[in-house]
């Protein structure tokens, strides 16, 4: 198995992508729809990693 697999930390859907950031289900929807969260739809759900979400929110706090 690839090591990139073996490490694939995926989030399956709207809410639980929701929980990870601590934000509700409807904030996002709609940052979803901006597509300014690092996630694809696949299918009628929307799947993100895990570690993308955390980096990019990193990154969008000043220092």
Known sequence: MQP?????????????????????DRAVFH????????ARQVGQRWVASRRKL????EREVPP
Do not use: Q, R, Y
Request: charged share 25%; proline share 3%; net charge negative.
């Open 4 to 24: 990139e697999l073996e490490t694939l930390d995926l989030v399956w859907g709207a809410k639980a992508i929701a929980k990870i950031l601590g934000v509700t």
């Open 54 to 57: 955390v980096e990019h929110f």
């Open 31 to 38: 940052m979803l729809a901006k597509g300014e969260l690092p």
